[in-house]
C-alpha cells in the first residue's frame, strides 16, 4: 500500500490470483447452491482461460476453480454468468485460427465447470468475439466476426450478433447487423478511415441490452461512434441514432451506458465503465460513473451536474512486482448489491477489492 493513490476508496484485499494476474474485461458474480459468492474472471491471455473466486468475505478472496485455454493463441477476453450458465468469450491472436466464438459452462458446481456448448465463430476474416453480453438468460449479444463476413476493410472484422441460447447446447444466431458499408457488397460507400496511426477500426466493441429497453441495443462501435440500434425485431436490427465525435477527435468508442431515470448515456473513449448490470447481485447507479485507466487506475465521478462531472474518489495501486509496463494496468471494474468493488490488473496484479467512501 505503501505506493497506492487512493481517495475516498478503502482497500479490502488483493489476491494476485498465485502467479496468472492478467484479467481482461470479464467479471462476473454468480451467487452458488450453497449461498457461496463466487467471481468469474476472463483471463487476457495465454495460458488461463478463467479463473473463479470465492469472495463471501472480500477480505479473503479464495480461489475455487481455474480453467486452461485450448490454445495459447487465444485469450477470453469476456464473459459473464446468469444463474449456473457461464458464457466466455474466445478471440484468436490473428484471422483464421480457431477456436474463436463462445461456450458455454454449466457451473452450477463451482469447482467443475462443465462444458455444454461451442458456438464456432471463425472463418478466414475473422477472429472470433471480443466482447458478450447476457443478462437474460436468453440471448447473447456480442462483438464478434462470422465466417460469412467479408469486411471491407481489415480492421472492420467485428460487428453486432445475437444468438439465442435459450437452449444452451444449441445456440442459433437469429440476427445481425454491421455499420453500412463495412461489408463487401454493401451499397453504401464504406465509411472515411481514421489517418495512419489512428485508424482502430469500424467495428462494435460492447453490445449492452437493458431490461428497461428492450428493444434498444446500445453500441461503442470504436471509430464508429455511439450507435443505438432498434432491435425490437431481433432478425432485423435497425440503426435509429448514432452520435460520432471523430472528427476532431480520433477513437476508440467502447462503451455505451445509459442512465434511462436522467435520460443520459455515459459515452467511454478511454476504457471500461461500471455498466450497471441487470443482474440482482449487481450495484446500479444512476449517478455515480466508474471507469478504468490502466495506469491511471479506477476512478469515480459524480454525475449529479451532468454539465460538471466532478471526480470523488480514486484507486491507483503500485506497480506489481513484474509489472511488464513498470506500472499497474487497471482493466475493468464490477460492483457487488454490497457495494464491494472488484477491479483487476491486465497483466500481473489480479484482483482487488474496495469499499466506496462516497
Request: proline fraction near 9%; aromatic fraction near 12%; hydrophobic fraction near 35%.
Amino acid at each position: 500500500m505503501a505506493d497506492t493513490a487512493i481517495w475516498n476508496f478503502r482497500q479490502l484485499a488483493h489476491h494476485e490470483l498465485d502467479g496468472f494476474g492478467g484479467i481482461g474485461e470479464g467479471m462476473s458474480i454468480q451467487i452458488a447452491k450453497d449461498g457461496r459468492r463466487i467471481l468469474w474472471l476472463a483471463h487476457e491471455s495465454a495460458p488461463k482461460n478463467f479463473t473463479a473466486v470465492d469472495v463471501s468475505d472480500p477480505r479473503a478472496p479464495k480461489i475455487v476453480a481455474r480453467a486452461d485455454l485450448p490454445q495459447s493463441h487465444m485469450r477470453s477476453n469476456s464473459l459473464e454468468t446468469v444463474g449456473d450458465i457461464l458464457a466466455v468469450a474466445y478471440q484468436t491472436t490473428q484471422k483464421g485460427l480457431q477456436p474463436a466464438g463462445f461456450e458455454l459452462f454449466d457451473i452450477s458446481v463451482p469447482e467443475n465447470p462443465r462444458s455444454i456448448s461451442f458456438f464456432d465463430c471463425s472463418g478466414p476474416t475473422s477472429r472470433g468475439v471480443h466482447q458478450l453480453w447476457f443478462a437474460d438468460g436468453q440471448y447473447i449479444h456480442m462483438s464478434s466476426g462470422a465466417p460469412d463476413f467479408q469486411p471491407s476493410h481489415p480492421r472492420d472484422d467485428q460487428f453486432y450478433r445475437i444468438i439465442d441460447v435459450k437452449n444452451p447446447s444449441k445456440p442459433v444466431e437469429i440476427g445481425r447487423w454491421w455499420l453500412p458499408g463495412t461489408q463487401i457488397g454493401d451499397s453504401e460507400p464504406p465509411p472515411v478511415r481514421h489517418p495512419e496511426g489512428a485508424d482502430t477500426g469500424f467495428r462494435t466493441h460492447n453490445t449492452n441490452v437493458y431490461p428497461e429497453r428492450p428493444d434498444r441495443a446500445y453500441l461503442g462501435y470504436i471509430d464508429g461512434g455511439m450507435v443505438i440500434l432498434d432491435i425490437s425485431d431481433m432478425a432485423r436490427p435497425k440503426m435509429v441514432a448514432r452520435w460520432d465525435y471523430h472528427p476532431p477527435y480520433f477513437g476508440f468508442t467502447h462503451t455505451v451506458v445509459p442512465f434511462f431515470d436522467r435520460g443520459l448515456l455515459i459515452v467511454s473513449g478511454a476504457h471500461n465503465l461500471y455498466e450497471n448490470l441487470p443482474k440482482p447481485n449487481a450495484w446500479k447507479s444512476d449517478r455515480i460513473v466508474l471507469a478504468t485507466y490502466f495506469n491511471g487506475g479506477l476512478r469515480a465521478y459524480d454525475t449529479s451536474n451532468p454539465y460538471q462531472p466532478a471526480e470523488v474518489g480514486y484507486f491507483v495501486p503500485a506497480a506489481p512486482d513484474r509489472a511488464p509496463s513498470g506500472a499497474i494496468q487497471i482493466n475493468d471494474v464490477f460492483v457487488d448489491e454490497r457495494q464491494i468493488v472488484y477491479t483487476v490488473d491486465r497483466h500481473v496484479g489480479g484482483l482487488y477489492t474496495l469499499e466506496m467512501d462516497f
